[in-house]
């Protein structure tokens, strides 16, 4: 009897499993279907969107010569909004557009990332709010090629076509790339280039260009990259350098 009784329970516990594995195999199924229809459809808004003009530009801070690269731009293409991440000081940024003649009306500077991740992370709810479907990504020799392949995934999987610029710098990079560092970067960027599809993260300090206080810099005091050109600015004890992003 007893046997009997284990037997049965063998094969109660043996078509559970068959039912919790079939169930897996279609919820597997069904998340392949979604997945594939969503890259399809992507796929086909990336091909209409390389055709269009340049809608945005965006930078990734960690150097001052991007900055007077994309002042430049402005300059030439007034029009078109720019998006600075984490960038160099804002009262910096401020002279350069100034130095340049370029107008400070589209110019945008988000303060909320700390890594090139974070640009992306900060970034795209962003350019999302702007529509944009052709952006020019702006960065220098020695954050390629791990920013355009992050950009590739997490524009890409938003439908945003990424033309990338490279921005030679002057002496030294204060950066290094290390395999390690470029495998992680591009592993938690198509997982959250899933994820983003569902959620959009806010930053709190976002600055339009124009309203950069000045006075409150020259009274507080501030120092630009050297490279730069900006010469010695600011007046106050409490003298800060260039800020640059962990790239």
Not at 12 to 29: D, E, G, P, S, V
Request: proline residues 4%; hydrophobic residues 40%.
């Amino acid at each position: 009897m007893r046997h009997k009784f284990t037997r049965s329970s063998s094969i109660f516990a043996q078509r559970k499993l068959n039912n919790w594995l079939q169930l897996l195999q279609k919820i597997l199924r069904s998340f392949c279907l979604v997945l594939g229809c969503w890259l399809i459809f992507t796929t086909i808004t990336l091909v209409f969107a390389s055709s269009k003009p340049v809608d945005a530009l965006f930078v990734l801070g960690g150097s001052i010569r991007r900055e007077i690269y994309v002042a430049q731009q402005a300059k030439q293409n007034p029009k078109i909004p720019i998006l600075i991440s984490r960038g160099s000081l804002d009262p910096c940024i401020w002279l350069i557009f100034q130095r340049e003649a370029a107008d400070l009306q589209n110019v945008w500077l988000e303060n909320c990332a700390n890594s090139t991740f974070d640009n992306f992370y900060y970034g795209i709810p962003i350019l999302k709010r702007w529509k944009v479907h052709k952006v020019k990504l702006i960065s220098s020799p020695s954050h390629f090629p791990r920013a355009k392949w992050m950009a590739q995934i997490l524009l890409g999987a938003h439908g945003i076509w990424v033309e990338p610029v490279v921005v030679k710098e002057k002496g030294r990079p204060a950066n290094q790339e290390y395999w390690w560092k470029t495998a992680f970067d591009i592993t938690r960027s198509l997982l959250w280039a899933v994820i983003s599809q569902f959620t959009q993260p806010q930053c709190s300090h976002i600055t339009q260009l124009t309203d950069v206080d000045m006075q409150f810099w020259q009274h507080q005091g501030f120092a630009c990259e050297r490279q730069g050109g900006l010469g010695g600015r600011g007046q106050g004890a409490g003298s800060r350098g260039g800020r640059r992003v962990e790239e």
